[in-house]
Nanobody, 123 residues
Framework: QVQLVESGGGLVQPGGSLRLSCAASGFSLNYAIGWFRQAPGKEREGVACIDNHSTIYADSVKGRFTISRGNVMNTVYLQMNSLKPEDTAVYHC???????????????????WGQGTQVTVSS
């Protein structure tokens, strides 16, 4: 059974950095891992995703966020730099089986979700 646990959220000032971690278990390398976020009153949106071949980012975070796999298998990180107040949201990681590239940022491409971690960017 696939399980995902996020950590690393918190309160940070604008311009600051945070690194989120997603510890995943129970899945094979055929799964894509994505980071998604949902702010109050808004739909869940894809932020950054990684599979065996590529990474993809939402336009709003390109150049500021980096998704990567850790040395420990099945750990995926989201390094977030130059944070803005509009980045405030609950961040979830998710796993999806055999997701095609063009669908990597779509929440409905993913079958398994973590509980989420709050990121608040405020002075």
């Amino acid at each position: 059974q696939v399980q995902l646990v996020e950590s690393g959220g918190g309160l940070v000032q604008p311009g600051g950095s945070l690194r989120l971690s997603c510890a995943a278990s129970g899945f094979s390398l055929n799964y894509a891992i994505g980071w998604f976020r949902q702010a109050p009153g808004k739909e869940r949106e894809g932020v950054a995703c990684i599979d065996n071949h590529s990474t993809i980012y939402a336009d709003s975070v390109k150049g500021r966020f980096t998704i990567s796999r850790g040395n420990v298998m099945n750990t995926v990180y989201l390094q977030m730099n130059s944070l803005k107040p509009e980045d405030t949201a609950v961040y979830h990681c998710a796993a999806g089986l055999l997701v095609v590239y063009r669908a990597l940022l779509r929440p409905n491409s993913y079958n398994y979700w973590g509980q989420g971690t709050q990121v608040t960017v405020s002075s």
